[in-house]
């Protein structure tokens, strides 16, 4: 009796090893599978149409490459425009009635090295920046740049919800009504960012 109750011991402790040596190879083959990942970067979008000429100003300055819009919103009487320009992510508000009129111009050159930056996201590492407008009070945004994909929050205390999302954009409104936050890239960064914000 005693040498059967040590074969099922040594049985048991087999059966073990191996689902243990199982689940370690499941673990390592999701691992590789993320590090696989791959997005599209956001200087290669293809930009999208926005109207009135709201990067007159932008392309007077002494930056070699125009800005491209990669997404745009409504929201009140303000348009919110993502775009890339250079090495850099910005965001954009102008008076829907007046696009010569910017009340907010943000903008963040992405890292360009893993060591540099955040990983709060899937697809950075990020760099951040924030300001506040110049027209209305309570007016700010923030924004978290990657090559990959840009992740910006606006803050107005008179606006309501955002719509009409045009291009690589999509929008996530936040339990305070003042904010609105877009997220930017190919579908394959939005997807797992958004996922990742709603945990």
């Known amino acids: 009796m005693a040498r059967l109750s040590y074969r099922w011991a040594a049985v048991g402790a087999v059966l073990a090893i191996s689902g243990t040596a199982c689940a370690s190879g499941k673990g390592d083959d999701d691992?590789?599978?993320a590090a696989q990942v791959t997005y599209t970067r956001v200087a290669q979008l293809e930009p999208v149409h926005v109207s009135g000429d709201v990067?007159?100003?932008m392309e007077e300055s002494s930056t070699s490459a125009a800005p491209h819009a990669l997404g745009e919103v409504t929201r009140g009487g303000k348009r919110i425009i993502a775009y890339v320009q250079g090495g850099s992510c910005g965001v954009m508000v102008v008076d829907a009635a007046d696009v010569r009129h910017a009340s907010l111009n943000l903008r963040s050159a992405w890292p360009t090295t893993g060591s540099e930056g955040s990983s709060d996201y899937p697809a950075g590492p990020y760099?951040?920046?924030?300001?506040?407008?110049?027209?209305?009070?309570g007016e700010r945004a923030s924004i978290a740049c990657s090559s990959n994909a840009m992740i910006i929050r606006y803050q107005a205390p008179?606006?309501?919800p955002a719509v009409r999302?045009?291009?690589?954009v999509t929008v996530r409104e936040e339990s305070d009504p003042r904010t609105t936050q877009?997220?930017?890239g190919s579908d394959a960064a939005?997807?797992?960012i958004l996922g990742q914000l709603e945990q």
């Open 31 to 33: 691992a590789h599978s």
């Open 55 to 57: 990067f007159a100003d």
């Open 158 to 160: 008179d606006a309501g």
């Open 127 to 137: 760099s951040s920046a924030r300001g506040a407008g110049s027209g209305t009070p």
């Open 190 to 192: 939005r997807s797992e």
């Open 182 to 184: 877009l997220v930017v």
């Open 165 to 168: 999302p045009v291009g690589h």
